[in-house]
């Protein structure tokens, strides 16, 4: 997206019948259309940058408010953006456990993301280089691997209910269940894919292990652990909000269902878009942490 | 000299093959070979004749499949910084500075019994050798490629291995580059009197840098087929060799070999 947006081209309008014809008659009048072209160029390339995704934003508001006018449940753009206004005004109030602002309900869905997405973390990253450097183990995990990873985390959550006797938990086990693949996967694929070039010259050094770990695997497999990292934080957040629609309490996933049964449709649109920009945030965040983190990758 | 001066490095009919999904290649068959101490070897011979393999088998890289590899009087078993290779694509790692990627063998090698102080100028002294002080906290992405070549040769030396090892070091360089590096490896191994050898394919650096030239025959089952005996004083200069007829014979010689004896054999199936 962002890549798209800046290869737009930053070429200077074509000057006018430039060293055609008699120069010295020319001269005067061509200076000004050249001044004027430069002008005009920012302005131009600005709207060049916003037109399309604003062609975007108006085409799905045009079609909102189409739909919205056929079907009286449904609320028009407006009214969604008044209720928003109003949501936003004071996002965080506590008039009881099941009624506080949106702002906090966000909150306790991040901090469920974030403890069941670092507790995957922990777990499947050390996991994935064991399973990346030993074969046997590898080959110990890699059936089951194969069979839990195309579950639906939401499975899970029975057993998760089961065995903790409690919903919050539950959720952030669901949401461990879903990190953990990508993130096991990738850095044991990242282990694996370490150029061999490297490993030999850690053979004729006779490095320790724990070198081997730390000067040759994990620089190496560090783009594909922060490629895990992301996937997983991408699902995590997708199935958040599937959770709590089950499991109840605070949470934006609850407050969708919460808002469903109180037939508050403007409220769940809003829910909608506040999940998508949190998710957006995240992956930024992720890319931008990835991008400090990587090494320059330049091939000899 | 004794024994093990004379059998520095000691070859005894070894074999490699490969298991391949078609089936077993054999790639080197009856190797016995013997280095010197302080000798410069190079193997030549066409690409995919096994020189490579048996570079690998020296380092301990690869284990043959029959016979035996001795070192200093010991088996080789597996790869030791005893025995350091300069990497064909100087394999350095790109995460490290040039002082870090010396360092790391320095520091296993030496760790145990010197101080950090000495382990440094271990490090320093390596890099001042090859004339990198410079380029200590580059990154290998931020220098030449013959610069990267050095500091692979740097990282050899400063764990002041037993013998050399050195896998097509010069390949990917241009020419002016090659024979620049060549005449500090000239230099270098005369200073250190390392024991060398060296994988190549380019006849005058083999003629230029070698006590002997080993050739390998062609593969499958590639062996030793000729052995050259360079009779050239050192120090040597590589512009007053040009005229010398010694030179040019034994350069004749290594080509005859490669070129009638052992024609390429993608040329004999033509």
Redesign the interface.
């Known amino acids: 997206m962002n890549a798209l947006l800046k290869s737009v081209p930053n070429e200077p309008a074509p000057a006018p019948t430039a060293a055609v014809g008699p120069a010295r008659t020319i001269t005067p009048p061509r200076k000004p259309a050249a001044v004027v072209a430069r002008r005009a160029q920012p302005f131009a390339a600005a709207v060049r940058l916003v037109a399309p995704p604003l062609t975007g934003i108006a085409l799905v508001l045009l079609i909102w408010q189409i739909i919205a006018a056929q079907n009286e449940a449904f609320p028009s753009p407006l009214v969604t953006w008044q209720a928003a206004l109003e949501l936003f005004a004071d996002p965080f109030y506590r008039n009881s456990p099941n009624d506080q602002g949106i702002g906090w309900n966000v909150l306790a869905s991040l901090q469920r993301v974030a403890v069941g997405f670092g507790l995957a973390a922990l777990v499947g990253i050390p996991l994935g280089f064991v399973i990346g450097r030993v074969q046997f183990v590898s080959r110990m995990f890699g059936p089951i691997i194969s069979l839990l990873k195309p579950v639906s985390p939401l499975a899970w959550l029975p057993i998760g209910l089961l065995v903790f006797k409690s919903a919050d938990p539950a959720a952030i086990w669901s949401i461990f269940i879903c990190s953990i693949w990508p993130m096991i996967i990738n850095t044991a694929v990242g282990v694996q894919r370490v150029p061999q070039?490297?490993m030999?010259?850690a053979?004729?050094?006779?490095?320790?292990e724990w070198?081997i770990l730390s000067?040759?695997l994990l620089?190496?497999a560090l783009p594909y652990i922060l490629t895990g990292v992301r996937l997983a934080i991408g699902t995590a957040w997708l199935v958040i909000v599937a959770a709590e629609m089950l499991t109840g309490g605070v949470g934006i996933g609850f407050w969708v269902w919460d808002e469903w049964n109180n037939l508050n449709v403007a409220h769940i649109i809003i829910a909608i878009a506040i999940i998508g920009v949190v998710g957006l945030l995240l992956e930024l965040a992720l890319v931008s942490l990835a991008r400090a983190l990587t090494?320059?990758?330049?091939a000899? | 000299m004794d024994e093990l001066q004379t059998r520095f490095i000691d070859i005894t009919g070894v074999e490699m093959a490969f298991q391949t999904k078609k089936g077993v290649f054999q790639a080197l068959q009856a190797i016995d070979l013997t280095v010197r101490k302080g000798e410069f070897i190079t193997l030549i011979g066409h690409s995919g004749c096994g020189k490579s393999t048996l570079l690998n088998l020296i380092?301990g890289?690869l284990k043959p499949t029959a016979g035996v590899l001795i070192c200093a009087g010991r088996e080789i078993g597996?790869?030791?910084?005893e025995?350091?290779?300069v990497?064909q694509?100087?394999?350095l790692?790109?995460?490290?500075t040039c002082y870090e990627n010396i360092h790391?063998?320095v520091e296993?090698v030496f760790g145990a019994a010197e101080s950090r102080a000495q382990l440094r100028d271990r490090t320093m002294a390596a890099l001042s050798l090859v004339g990198l002080t410079s380029a200590e906290t580059k990154?290998?992405?931020e220098i030449s490629?013959g610069m990267?070549q050095r500091v692979g040769i740097a990282r050899a030396l400063a764990?002041q291995p037993k013998v050399l090892l050195m896998d097509e070091p010069f390949g990917?360089l241009d020419a002016l580059t090659r024979a620049h590096l060549q005449d500090e490896l000239l230099k270098i191994v005369a200073a250190t009197k390392s024991t060398v050898v060296m994988v190549t394919h380019d006849v005058d650096e083999a003629v230029l840098l070698s006590d002997r030239i080993v050739m390998l025959t062609n593969g499958p089952a590639a062996t030793i087929g000729e052995i050259v005996d360079v009779q050239l004083e050192r120090p040597r200069d590589r512009v007053a060799l040009a005229q010398d007829a010694r030179y040019t014979e034994h350069r004749r010689q290594v080509l005859e070999f490669l070129y009638r004896k052992q024609a390429h054999p993608a040329t004999q199936a033509a």
Request: proline content about 11%; aromatic content about 6%; glycine content about 6%.
């Open positions: 070039d490297y030999n010259v053979r004729v050094l006779n490095l320790s070198k000067k040759i620089p190496s090494h320059e990758q330049v000899n | 380092s890289l597996g790869p030791s910084p025995r350091a290779v990497f694509n100087h394999s790692l790109p995460w490290l790391l063998g296993r990154r290998p992405h490629g990267k764990m990917a």
